[in-house]
């Protein structure tokens, strides 16, 4: 009669080589090297990680539609949008590397734990190589701290806080959307020229990492051209009605006010401030102004009248006139009917640069793909020539002063393009302090 | 003084919308012992019975004008709303402008027939069932109709702006030799506010009907006993405090554009609000809106807000915490409701 013995020690080393085994995303060697989901069939798979519900829902939509629209270019589909354009002729229209592009999506809900979650699930369960979208900063800095964690590419979607690119930069993660920083040094100029250099300005700003590094950097940039800081308030990120913080703004002195808020902060405070009759006003011999130093697409049509003359900037805009913007805004508005929003056309350029970079370096492995997009130049999808940095992997490229339209002829005509920003104007050295205390570390292929 | 007396009238203003939803959730709570988790969807769906109404009057039919481009170079497709082709561009742009106003009269049948269907359909099912199940139930029904709202319009804010006559601002400080200027919308959305409450409490107490709901939230058992059918007129009570968190909602649109999630926005500061005044106090509930409002206003002030940062994001609820701990009861809480 045999005995078994069973010690505890045993058990959980055996359960822990079994649970490890079970939990790891599949690493395989191919191209030489393991790396995390190294596709072997003839497919590929890409993640969308997008706000599908939450007060993001509709910006959301709007990248997984650029997205689809990508994904379809890469396999040969439709009109072929910007890989007419792209100044790379890697891409043929075969998919990636011969594999044929397919994708899964997820639900961010605007939340850094649910779009973790999402996120892990695409890499665990689906196999994705690459995790790209999102509305937030909060998300963005999550879901880059879970890919680099898993060996998975992150190409940031619509994320604008300094800290992404800054004290939160990941090797496996890139940002193609400007950030806080670069709004403060488009805007200061065209502030300067329409308000002059003697202004007081009133900040509200939401009280999240965003508004913050946002506050920060509009605030040095304006006091940098003479203006003077009057008050900083930050409001909570679930205020609805901002009339109890638009009414000192009245007693303060200040003859410009500007609204550090983005999404419906963004739309009720600028309804409030405009329902005061701030813009109405002579604060010091002034007429008083508004500032909206981050704008999207969907944010004016939710102000609606009320942005008309505010001042903002934008990453990118449809009305631009390059060969990149004319090919995704007439595809793009072929299929559905509407211009893109910038964080379609953000989450759109980011699609096709991964897919450019696996071509040019022959490889899905994430390291290589890190390689490939270091340092890259390159043309052809909107705002005109474009340098990924190796330093913190931020894009660099023109950035939009736009206004609100005052005589807007249609739906979409909410925003016009008051200046296009050269590059060198918004672009700040590697160690700016105020993107200061990140390291990018080194890629992580997973293995 | 310009400054104490702007945070105050906007005190009042905010108050108006907490003490509109508070007196709901207080009615509902003291007739039907239910605590409404919903209260805030039914805010909600009255702000998108403006938007619908507005969509309906904009409701266009389409030419092609050969001159004007898209933004794709087609010939643009322009619209032109049916009421004003019916009506001319006068009178029918006249009648989009005043859609708000004018949703007022669509929101009530609507939110009463909302309200009846709640209470019958699902809530009456849940009267004897522990507080704990109610609330489940009814912030699952809220979170149902928040994302049906969405269905149909989308996450984004959608503007409902006041007629042209009653927006801008108006020098109320003139009174006082002063110049402070206030948006006239706000102003007639307290005005509003004070009419609804009266009504409500001028209804309660001076009709027949009114004082047997009453004598029902005082003790239901014997006014049952009486013969009387107690629970056909909760049910309308819960009608009319829907109609009156949805008219609530109507006129809110001009303030803050509506958007599917503004019911939860809310739905936890009216809690307090009711909690504050006392469960199942009318008059609570309100002098809790109005006290509330004011606080947060003052408490958001620029001398506030450097004395104590963060003052103005924990005020009520600090307020909460001293009340409850100093009056158990709430401000006009009555003995016995809540309380085993």
Redo the contacts between chains.
Sequence with gaps: MSKTTVSRRGVLKTGAVAGAGLAAPKLLLADGHAYTNAPTGSTVTLGFNVPQ??????EGNDELLAQQLAVEHLNGEGDGGCLNTFTSKALQGNGILGKKVEFVTGDTQTKSDAARASAKSMIEKDGAVMINGGSSSGVAVAVQGLCQEAGVIFMAGLTHANDTTGKDRKANGFRHFFNAYMSGAALAPVLAAEMGTERRAYHLTA?YNWGWTQEESIVASTEAMGWETV?T????L?S??F???I??V???GADVLVLNHYG?NM??SL??AI???LL?KVVNNKDFKIVVPLYSE?MA??????IKGVLGSMNWN?QLQDAGTKAF??SF??KYG??PSNSAQTCYAQVLLYADACERAGTFNPCGVVEALEGYEFDGLGNGKTLYRADDHQCFKDVLVVRGAQNP??A?DTLEIVEVTPVEQVTYTPDHPMFAGGDLGTCNPGA | M??IL??TL??L??GS?YALIALGLTLIFGTLGVVNFAHGALFMIGAFCAVTLQRVLSLSYETIDET?K???GNP?KVKTPYVESWFGPDVGGAIIEWSVPLALLFAIPIMIGVGFAMERGLIKHFYKRPHADQILVTFGLAIVLQ?VV?YFF??????T?PPDALN??ANVGIIFGMDI???V??LVYFLFSLLIIGAVFAFLQFTTFGMVVRAGMADRETVGLLGINIDRRFTIMFGIAAAVAGLAGVMYGP???P?Y??GM??LVLSFVVVVVGGMGSLPGAVLAGFLLGIL??Y????WA??TI??I??IIIYLVAIVVLLTRPRGLMGRKGVMED
């Design positions: 519900t939450g007060p993001y829902a509709d009280d008050n308030v930050k409001t909570p679930a609805t009605d009339s109890s913080y009414a000192p009245l007693n303060s419906g739309v009720n309804t409030n329902q005061f009759g109405d969907l049509a939710g102000a609606g009248e009320n449809w805004v007439k508005g072929e509407r211009p002829t249609n979409y | 310009d400054a702007l945070q906007n005190g203003d905010k919308a004007q898209d933004f794709l643009l994302e969405k989308g996450a984004n804010p959608i503007q702006p801008g601002v200027v206030y948006p919308w706000r303030i803050n554009a958007n999630h503004m926005d809310f947060e206003s408490a958001s002030t620029t807000t450097t940062p963060g103005n994001q």
